[in-house]
């Protein structure tokens, strides 16, 4: 009680405290819904879906692997692919490799990654015997 009676007779200094906490309290609120709004507006954004490789792309992609390797997605990208990123290259070579380790009665369709290199399954890649493109 002695405490609310030396508020009291404070002279209204600790009024102007509360306001101010007050007001720090609604611009706090403020913020907090722009951020709200944001993450809304964020979410409901349409996902980027990725663009379909081409048999073009696949094949140069299957003679870089033959070249530099599982794990060179950066080589591999720079020059054989260059349509695509290094980040690219490593998601398709996992979808790639995991649909190489499927049997035939696992396999549900032929995609692009049943497709192999034209001139690496019966004969020596034209790649393989300089290192380098031609």
Known sequence: ??????????????EDIIIKDNDDFEDTMVE???LK?????????PKKR???????????FVMGLDIYGKGDWKNI???????????QVASHAQKF???????????HRTTINDIQCF????SPCMFRSS???A
């Not at 009680?1 to 600790?14: A, H, R, T």
């Open 77 to 87: 990208s720079r020059y054989f692919v260059t349509s695509r990123t290094p980040t």
């Open 32 to 34: 907090e819904e722009r």
């Open 131 to 133: 290192g380098s493109l």
């Open 37 to 45: 709004e944001q993450v809304k507006e964020h979410t409901s954004r």
């Open 97 to 107: 490799m995991k649909r190489q380790q499927k049997t035939g009665a696992e396999k």
């Open 119 to 122: 001139c690496c399954d019966s």
């Open 1 to 14: 009680m002695e405490d609310l009676n030396w508020i009291k007779s404070s002279n209204g200094e600790f």
């Open 50 to 60: 990725g663009v379909p490789w081409t048999m073009e792309e696949h094949s140069s």
